[in-house]
């Protein structure tokens, strides 16, 4: 064999083993850098769920329960009433029966004449007035109805009792005593009247007015202290005319608006009269020193 096909062989086999040596290595190489990824997932793996211990455990919810309601007490029925013992009633008559009308007249049931009379009228009125109040409705006056009829009115006025209206220039209505003796300007809130009384005698009769309730006119025994016929108010700049001043700046007076509006208005504390002829009459016979008497009869 030449040498040369001898050296071709070696130098064959040498670059063979050189190959296959490098091709071994880079092998090697490659592994040793997968290595540690590997190393570094094996050193944190991914948590798996775990289940929780009992401690842990979320209670389960129970469920709200629904309030049963409560079924509504059933009203109880009211006890039926039942009228008592008449009173009063058509076989009546007389003064008890004329008490009973003008007290339903003072509270809008009896529109007629007060006459002592217990007619079909007045059972009208007793079976409204009974309604109104859910007392048994027979027209006919009980204890029940009397009672409640009496809370809600005042005793009737001699007045009332025989038809005379509050204000009219007449009246039944009993003097005080203080007017009984010398001359005295006599006026009764009760009744609305001013009588001008001599020696006990009744010689004239007014309708008046009084003060509104913040300005009241004031009540008890007081004497005409001056007059004036001509009077302008220098407070309200109103015509006063006959004024006889009997407390301070109350005075008996004419009052055009009591003439024109009646009892709608009210004075300033004043006596207002609004008859003119009357009340000028009147200050012509009243002299200083006379009486004032202003009382409830």
């Known amino acids: 064999m030449k040498k040369s096909t001898i050296g071709a062989m070696v130098l064959a086999l040498l670059l063979g083993s050189f190959a296959l ?10 592994l040793s850098s ?3 990824r590997a190393a570094l997932v094996q050193e944190h793996p991914t948590p798996s769920p775990t289940p929780a211990t009992s401690s842990e455990r979320i209670p389960p919810v129970k469920p709200t329960p629904t309030a049963t309601p409560r079924p ?25 029966v004329r008490d009973l009308q003008a ?4 509270i809008g049931w009896y529109f007629a004449d007060v006459t002592g009379t217990y007619g079909p009228v007045t059972t009208s009125a007793v079976k409204g007035f009974q309604a109104k109040r859910e007392i048994p409705v027979t027209g006919l006056v009980d204890h029940r109805t009397l009672d409640r009829l009496n809370a809600m009115t005042r005793t009737p006025t001699d007045d009332e009792l025989h038809n005379i209206a509050i204000g009219s220039a007449s009246t039944r209505t009993p003097l005080d005593a203080r007017c009984l003796t010398g001359r005295a300007l006599c ?11 001599v020696d006990g005698k009744v010689r004239s009769t007014l ?8 300005s009241p006119t004031r009540e008890g025994l007081f004497h005409v202290g001056w007059k004036s016929a001509d009077h302008v108010s220098k407070l309200y ?6 004024s006889m001043f ?15 509006r009646g009892y709608y208005g009210a004075s300033h504390g004043c006596v207002n009269v609004r008859d003119y002829d009357g009340i000028r009459s009147l200050f012509s016979q009243v002299v200083l020193g006379d009486k004032v008497v202003i009382y409830w009869s």
């Open 103 to 106: 007290r339903l007249k003072q």
């Open 72 to 96: 509504k007490p059933k009203p109880k029925p009211k006890p039926k009433l039942h009228a008592g013992p008449t009173l009063l009633g058509p076989q009546t008559s007389g003064d008890r």
């Open 246 to 260: 009997f407390s301070g700046g109350q005075a008996v007076h004419y009052s055009s608006d009591f003439a024109a």
């Open 34 to 36: 997968r290595e540690p």
């Open 237 to 242: 700049g109103s015509a006063m005319p006959f």
């Open 187 to 197: 006026i009764d809130k009760t009744s609305s009247t001013l009588r001008w009384v």
């Open 207 to 214: 309708a008046v007015r009084f003060g509104a309730s913040y």
């Open 21 to 30: 040596a490098y091709g071994v290595g880079e092998a090697s190489a490659q």
